[in-house]
Nanobody, 127 residues
Framework: QVQLVESGGGLVQAGDSLRVSCAAS????????MGWFRQAPGKEREFVAA????????YYADSVQGRFTISRVNAANTLYLQMNSLKPEDTGVYYC????????????????????WGQGTQVTVSS
């Protein structure tokens, strides 16, 4: 059973940068496609970014394109989300998610496409 644990959240000011991490255990990271989702207060959880098992393919939500970078180090079983030029609307709980890797290299953007979830880490951006 794959377990995911996020870390690195915190309180920052608008324009600042922050990196959140996700440590995976109970399985090989190279067998997983992974992603980040977030949930703002009073809103549904939404897709942020996804990355293939080999890091060859990434995809971002329009709202974070050009500001956020998803990456991973399989040898360390760790997923990252580097967030730059943060805005107050980036505030929310950030969740790491994983699913068995897709043999066709396809990335998935829906919550229901992912089998494993972390508990989330809070990111608050003040104006």
């Amino acid at each position: 059973q794959v377990q995911l644990v996020e870390s690195g959240g915190g309180l920052v000011q608008a324009g600042d940068s922050l990196r959140v991490s996700c440590a995976a255990s109970g399985g090989s990271a190279s067998s997983l496609d992974m992603g980040w989702f977030r949930q703002a207060p009073g809103k549904e959880r939404e897709f942020v970014a996804a990355i293939s098992w080999s890091s060859s393919t990434t995809y971002y939500a329009d709202s974070v394109q050009g500001r956020f970078t998803i990456s991973r180090v399989n040898a360390a079983n760790t997923l990252y989300l580097q967030m730059n030029s943060l805005k107050p609307e980036d505030t929310g709980v950030y969740y790491c998610a994983a699913r068995p890797r897709d043999s066709r290299g396809r990335l998935y953007l829906g919550e229901s496409d992912y089998d494993y979830w972390g508990q989330g880490t809070q990111v608050t951006v003040s104006s």
